[in-house]
């Protein structure tokens, strides 16, 4: 977990297991279940985040059921209230959705920040969609000491850490977290 020493807190977490993660298949922004798995893993984080040091005041999720599955069994089991944020939702990989996730066309399409992926979404317009959320958590946290749970997916947590991290486009196009596994930043 990354901690530094100062600034409000904000915590990430990625959704539990899929069907499609199970199949190494790309999800993307297509809506697919978590497996019984999943929401085991996301009542174990809720279970972590409740007897831990987290003191969490909102949960953010993104839309998709993977991840909003995932955010309600944490709400459930600490209390802690959440809402739907859209700008959490994952990349549309386009033509890559439901293709091999370790294929090596695609992560060579990865390192194309400008690509559309033939009706997806750039790299570049999802960083600033997800930057400009993390700006407007930041100026919130910072008047409020509020801090927050995003509860969203693997590309989201790529956008994340290069907020908060410098990386190399090989290191951003390389990152990625574990299902429900939870990361801790300083604004």
Not at 3 to 20: C, I, N
Not at 43 to 67: C, F, T
Not at 88 to 106: D, P, S, V
Request: glycine share 8%; aromatic share 10%; with cysteine.
């Amino acid at each position: 977990m990354l901690v530094e020493k100062f600034g409000p807190r904000l915590f990430f977490t990625r959704h539990g297991q899929t069907v499609w993660n199970v199949e190494n298949k790309i999800c993307g922004a297509t809506d697919i279940e978590l497996t019984e798995l999943g929401h085991q893993q996301a009542e174990q984080l809720g279970e972590m985040i409740k007897n831990g040091d987290y003191h969490i005041d909102e949960i953010l999720y993104s839309p998709l059921v993977r991840a909003s599955e995932t955010a309600r069994h944490i709400s459930e089991i600490t209390g802690i209230p959440m809402r739907a944020e859209e700008r959490l939702r994952e990349q549309c990989f386009g033509k890559y959705e439901g293709t091999a996730r370790n294929g090596a066309i695609f992560a060579k399409a990865k390192t194309h920040f400008l690509d559309h992926y033939e009706g997806g979404e750039t790299m570049v317009h999802l960083c600033q969609r997800v930057y400009n959320l993390l700006d407007e958590l930041k100026a919130e946290s910072e008047d409020s000491g509020k801090t927050y749970l995003l509860v969203a997916h693997n590309g989201i947590s790529r956008i994340v850490q290069s907020y908060f991290n410098d990386m190399t486009n090989e290191e951003f196009a390389a990152f990625g977290i574990k299902n429900c596994e939870i990361r801790e930043y300083r604004f």
